[in-house]
């Protein structure tokens, strides 16, 4: 089961990533990890399969609660030109596969994941459930290089 308490990021999609930043830094008073851009970022939905996007993206350094921006390639899931603002909470999971099934057998739905279901959605997995709002399940096994990388470090990937 889904633990809610382990919630630990509120994602919102932005169309200018540095305008952002700038915006919401200084009035909420948090600081930016250092703006992770990836130009191939593999991503999954049901509607395009496997493909590779462009995606900006940062997160506040402190919290627990940290808030996530994103500035994703058009007509992405991250895209936030024509819709921005909060998209998803984000919460760490132990197996996103099995945490993905079981919100599927629940009525939910996948909008989009790291990896295809015959690959077991990968590193994070956003289900939506019939009332609507998305919840990101992100593997708890990277939550250590996101400590690091909110700490000064760098992000690395699951490779590193």
């Known amino acids: 089961m889904i633990d809610y308490q382990r919630l630990f990021h509120t994602g919102i999609r932005v169309p200018d990533l540095d305008a952002a930043m700038a915006e919401m830094g200084e009035t909420l008073g948090v600081s930016w990890a250092s703006v992770q851009h990836n130009a191939a970022q593999q991503v999954w939905t049901p509607q395009q399969g496997l493909q590779s996007v462009e995606l900006t993206f940062t997160y506040s350094r402190e919290g627990p609660q940290h808030l996530e921006l994103l500035q994703g390639q058009s007509g992405t899931i991250w895209d936030g030109s024509d819709d921005p603002g909060v998209h998803h909470v984000g919460v760490w999971v132990d197996d996103v596969a099995a945490e993905t099934e079981r ?32 919840v990101e399940l992100v593997w708890s096994a990277i939550e250590q290089r996101f400590e690091s990388w909110w700490s000064g470090g760098r992000l690395g990937s699951e490779r590193d």
């Open 103 to 134: 919100c599927l057998h629940a009525g939910w739905k996948v909008a989009a994941a790291a990896a295809p279901p015959d690959d077991g959605y990968g590193v994070f997995a956003y289900v939506v459930p019939p009332s609507g709002p998305i």
